[in-house]
Every structure is written in structure tokens, then in C-alpha cells.
T-cell receptor, first 110, second 114 residues
């Protein structure tokens, strides 16, 4: 079965700084990959997704992610973080089922 | 636009009691999922369904049961509640026809077993 690893449990960045959240996946075929964000007490909102084509995908709120097959990675990036980006971020891979990583909690310092 | 609706939003159960978490979606999605979320553990897949009448186990199915008699509904049953089932439960759905289509989530059910 496919699996997802998010190596960083918690990341703290200063407002205005750049951000990269790591995601590694294990899957035999072409993966379908997603990044979701969850604010405290809320459900999950899709940031972006990849299934084929251009390996750099753009999402909402200024986020982007790059698919690298050779590294089995799908890292999420943002050039300049805003205080409102503080949340938990989840990477997911889908076949028939859909598996999530353990999440990375982002704290933004003023 | 209702999307995925979960009821109840909150529930407290005593050990050994049973309950059903309801989930319904109005997007005509074939795929539906149940997850539980525990602090620091991300979302763990309990059960999923690829269509009416078809269900399959996920990562953590023990202590739960599901059924899928209609496209719209995917209830999750806890027969003998245990403290280890204290968690936040999320239901989600997606479109089978397009694997790239993301899962849409309900707002969650916070369950406490005491």
C-alpha cells in the first residue's frame, strides 16, 4: 500500500520568510499527490494537487509544490509566509484509498 | 452547497456503549472514506468505499464497522466504545472517475469515550 512521510513535525518561521514543507511518498505507480491545510478546529482544505504533467504545481494562497520522481518527494513551498498561514499541513497520496502523512504544524513568528 | 455533512459534531460515550456516526454527501461521489485524527498522528484511514455495496478496510479498522447501501450515505458504527476510540472523526468523498480529484471533507465529529 502507498504511504506518506512528513519528516518535520513542527516548523517555525518568521513572517515574510520563505517556507518549505517536506513530503516523501512510497507508491509503485504514478502517484496522485495532494497538500491539505487544517486550521485549528476546522476540517481540511485542499491547497494543491498533482497527477501528471508539469511537475511544478500552483495552488491557492500563494503555495506551490514540486513533484520529483527521482526523490519520491512532493515538497510544498511558499516564498513569503503570512501570519495567517499558521496551521497544520498534510500531504496525501491516493490510489483507491487515500493515505495521509502525520502532518507538519507551522508556527509563524511576528 | 452542502458537500459532505457529518452528524453529530460532538458526542460523549460511556465505555461499552455503541453509536453510529453519520456521513452523507450530495456530490454523487463514488468514493467515500472515514478517518480518525489523533494529535501528532495525522489522519488514519479506518474504512473506505468505492461505491454502493462495496467497502474495504483501511489502516485502523478494528473496533469499527461500515456499510454503504446508497451512494450518498456512509455511516460508521462503533459497537463497544473504548477510551482508545476517543478521537476526531472525519468523513470524506471523492469522484471515482478522476483519480486526481481531491477528497472533500466534512467538518468532523469529536468523540470522547469515558
Amino acid at each position: 500500500a502507498q504511504s506518506v512521510t512528513q519528516p518535520d513535525i513542527h516548523i517555525t518561521v518568521s513572517e515574510g520568510a520563505s517556507l518549505e514543507l517536506r513530503c516523501n511518498y512510497s507508491y509503485g505507480a504514478t502517484p496522485y499527490l495532494f497538500w491539505y491545510v487544517q486550521s485549528p478546529g476546522q476540517g481540511l482544505q485542499l491547497l494543491l494537487k498533482y497527477f501528471s504533467g508539469d511537475t511544478l504545481v500552483q495552488g491557492i494562497k500563494g503555495f506551490e509544490a514540486e513533484f520529483k520522481r527521482s526523490q519520491s518527494s512532493f515538497n510544498l513551498r511558499k516564498p513569503s509566509v503570512h501570519w495567517s498561514d499558521a496551521a497544520e499541513y498534510f500531504c496525501a497520496v491516493r490510489n483507491n484509498d487515500m493515505r495521509f502523512g502525520a502532518g507538519t504544524r507551522l508556527t509563524v513568528k511576528p | 452547497n452542502a458537500g459532505v455533512t457529518q452528524t453529530p459534531k460532538f458526542r460523549i460515550l460511556k465505555i461499552g456503549q455503541s453509536m453510529t456516526l453519520q456521513c452523507t454527501q450530495d456530490m454523487n461521489h463514488n468514493y467515500m472514506y472515514w478517518y480518525r485524527q489523533d494529535p501528532g498522528m495525522g489522519l488514519k484511514l479506518i474504512y473506505y468505499s468505492v461505491g454502493a455495496g462495496i467497502t474495504d478496510k483501511g489502516e485502523v479498522p478494528n473496533g469499527y464497522n461500515v456499510s454503504r447501501s446508497t451512494t450518498e450515505d456512509f455511516p460508521l458504527r462503533l459497537e463497544l466504545a473504548a477510551p482508545s476510540q476517543t478521537s476526531v472523526y472525519f468523513c470524506a468523498s471523492s469522484n471515482r472517475a478522476e483519480k486526481n480529484t481531491e477528497a472533500f471533507f466534512g467538518q468532523g465529529t469529536r468523540l470522547t469515550v469515558v
